[in-house]
């Protein structure tokens, strides 16, 4: 029965209680429990198909589409004096860990990485060989759990990236429920087979900034001073995260949005906790640039992770400031995830293709995210590889292709200036002005 | 190893050599102007004067005697190597140690032997609060008492502790094992006291020996998990 029929038989919709929320308040009365799922913010909230890209016109010069270069290399990390990374696309695969993503996956995200010349990142339960061995450039989460984490392991990293937090649940510990706590799992993480896993949300040995600055000192003892220090943060009060983060002595800080994944939360807190990604690059650029290290030979790079799909996304997100991004979802989306041809295997875990987002259960049908023996059996990572390799090649070629139409020789050349909104929430949090007019709006933090 | 390089022994001081040399150094790295290491050459830290990660990443069999008091993070990750501290020590004394000995002569701030995977942590005062937090096979023996929260989602090891416990001792603990001699103030939730079978007994009696102590095991009381919360169920919500 279409809106169409109910409307004529004078059955109007609440706005408030609307089909999907009665139906999580039954849902809640018939189990008890909250809903757990994976993946990010659902809900419609500025994002960066609220940005245009003004392109070159009589006032500005474009670069020849097909012709002229346009460069996409980033330099990450040398601030302190360690060896950086040297990447040859702005585009990186964010931390999802072996536990939450089967090893083949993980060694998928490896290879499609290293072919297309960026990094990878671990996830809680530490660094597994067949992810090492494919990633020319891995980067290694420290996190509050430390499962699986051991000082070999960190020196076989090339870089350390300290999880503050996750865009979707920024002040929440991490979560992986027992169907997924394999006996390869529970020996990496040292825990007893088939129960429900929760991390920590602090660290166990520090807290605060001050403590983050000596806990860095330690991590670069460790390493000779070798592997630049990532600091990972859920965006929430970003503009005074980021500062303290670079005054702790971070060479790379990431800044995840509430629109970034997670194999595991609750609902209420993945919908309401934390802010957009629009609203927090701008914030965290500001901390940058007051900090003087803002896109210096010896400054802090910035990364920016949740809801990175298009080329366009890549490039609204570097002339708003970032140094570079980082995907997760749509990384595993290129691996193969809620792919329409597992459709019949979707419904029968009553899911549909482009909808799953169960990732906690372990009966993931694309064998991405689950620890079931037969069904990572089914992802062939060679395959995945590749499929992730081109993925990143677009997303590169479609961010040069918008580079280069508002003249800019290099992806980070892109500016604010380059761009205007399409609403007035994302001009004021994007801090461009509204289309045709000059009209910023709002008063940035700290201000 | 004979008797000749046992008696080598090498001094560093930290008011004329940097942290990050002294630390190369201990971790087997060149320094320049600086001879490596011999195996089995000992090694004496003077002036520590409360510095941080002294000591952090060996993997040597080693001894390694650091005088005066310690920061944050001494022996942190340590594989192998015996340390030990001849005054107190900050915050995060041996964390995630893999292996060895680390010895603190004084007492220790919080977070001791945090996450640790392996090896034996030897406090001979007191330890603060989350002593043993998220612990992963150490075995700790504190001579004193230790503080809050201590053994705090403690996964495998041991814990033992001569003196007092102080509140919510071994919050949401798993598999660890730990053995009080004097009073715990409150357990944390899923934590209960548990009997003391022979094999307690006995593993208790090993532990105190190599740490130096020979109490009688049998003043001790064992806690451990009661592993009802290992799978989360909405009637046991109030333990949340």
Redesign the interface.
Known sequence: MDDIDLARRGLRQSATYDPATIHAIQRAAE???YDIRGGGAKKRVPNFDDLLFLGATLSRYPLEGYRERCGTDVVLGGRHGAFPLHLDIPVTIAGMSFGALSGRAKEALGRGASEAGTSTTTGDGGMTPEERGQSKHLVYQYLP??YG???DD?RKADAIEIGIGQGAKPGGGGMLL?QKISERVAGM????M???Q?S?SRH???CGPD?LA??M??LR?????EKPIYVKMGASRTYYDVKLAVNAGADVVVVDGMQGGTAAAQDCFIEHVGIPTLAAVPQAVQALQELGVHRKPDGVQLIVSGGIRSGADVAKALALGADAVAIGTAAMIALGDNDPRLEDEYRAIGSSAGYYDDYQDGRDPSGIATQDEELASRFDPIEGGRRLANYLRVLTMEAQTIARACGKAHVTHLEPEDLVALTVEAAAMARVPLAGTTWVPGTPVGM | MDAMTETKVRELDLSETT??AV??LL?G?SVEGVDPLEAGESVVIRHARGA??VA??M?DPRRVVIQGSV???AA??N?QAEVVIEGSAG??VA??M?SGIVRVLGNASQ?AG??A?GGLLIIKGDAGA?CG??M??VDIVVGGSIGHMSA??A??GRLVVRGDAGDALGD?I??ARIYVRGAVKSLGADCVAKEMRPEHVAELEELLTAAGFDDDPHEYTRYGSARKL???N?DNHSAY
């Open positions: 189990t008890g429990i759990s430390r984490m051991n000082p960190l027992g993480r040292t825990l007893p088939g129960i429900d929760r920590a166990p040995d520090w403590d000596i806990k000192g330690e003892e460790l390493t000779g001073g | 942290l990050r630390n190369s971790q790295r941080h990660a952090v990443g993997d920061g944050y993070f942190g990750m594989q915050v995060g964390e995630n893999m977070s945090a996450t995977h989350r937090i998220s992963k096979g705090f989602m996964q495998a949401s798993y598999e290992y799978n989360f909405v």
